[in-house]
T-cell receptor, first 110, second 118 residues
Framework: QQPVQSPQAVILREGEDAVINCSSS?????VHWYRQKHGEAPVFLMI?????EQKGHDKISASFNEKKQQSSLYLTASQLSYSGTYFCGTEIAGTYKYIFGTGTRLKVLA | DAGVIQSPRHEVTEMGQEVTLRCKPISGHDYLFWYRQTMMRGLELLIYFNNNVPIDDSGMPEDRFSAKMPNASFSTLKIQPSEPRDSAVYFC????????????????FGPGTRLTVL
């Protein structure tokens, strides 16, 4: 039931791009993305409410393919500050119950 | 606003002892969530409240776990008796209502309580 993220971990050099995928076996009502730095709490990045929706936040953007029950997070020209664990999450339809994905650890090297 | 406040930040206890974790949500938020995070299981929802009323506690692992929200500004998560497998980081989060899928969906997390049961 938990959305599966891929890759599990990725290492980048500053300036490189990365894509993190989130896939669910059940229908995704909406998709949220959070980033958690080591030893800190998760911090909200963005939410996608509709299939086909795309959003951007600085050089981080996301897309949502409702039919495929997938979402992808795109990190462009990565910065050291992008390092952390990224989680996708979704609400169970009609509730406020959240389920978070398996997480992707991203490390950006200088 | 100070954000979501949790206490203690770290707790070390011995197996069999009672543990109480505390949370103060952001003022005005309607929903409060308790999560547990471990390497093996990731971020799991334990229970959530709406206007101080528990809505879904299906994630609470056992009867040893209980949660209360006596008023809009305070919630506790209690483990009695504690066991080594309860060791984890426990997060509290709050959010505004706005309908599932609304743009108010952002959850604000507290700093977490790192619990170690020896």
């Amino acid at each position: 039931q938990q959305p599966v993220q891929s890759p599990q971990a990725v290492i980048l050099r500053e300036g490189e791009d990365a894509v993190i995928n989130c896939s669910s076996s059940k229908a995704l009502y909406s998709v949220h993305w959070y980033r958690q730095k080591h030893g800190e709490a998760p911090v909200f990045l963005m939410i996608l409410l509709k299939g086909g929706e795309q959003k951007g936040h600085d050089k981080i953007s996301a897309s949502f393919n409702e039919k495929k029950q997938q979402s992808s997070l795109y990190l462009t020209a990565s910065q050291l500050s992008y390092s952390g664990t990224y989680f996708c999450g979704t609400e169970i339809a009609g509730t406020y119950k959240y389920i978070f994905g398996t997480g992707t650890r991203l490390k950006v090297l200088a | 606003d100070a954000g979501v406040i949790q206490s203690p930040r770290h707790e070390v206890t011995e197996m069999g002892q009672e543990v109480t974790l505390r949370c103060k949500p952001i003022s005005g938020h309607d929903y409060l969530f308790w999560y547990r995070q471990t390497m093996m299981r990731g971020l799991e929802l334990l229970i959530y409240f709406n206007n101080n009323v528990p809505i879904d506690d299906s994630g609470m692992p056992e009867d040893r776990f209980s949660a209360k929200m006596p008023n809009a500004s305070f919630s506790t998560l209690k483990i009695q008796p504690s066991e080594p497998r309860d060791s984890a980081v426990y997060f509290c989060a709050s959010r505004l209502a706005g309908g599932p899928g609304s743009s108010y969906n952002e959850q604000f997390f507290g700093p977490g309580t790192r619990l170690t049961v020896l």
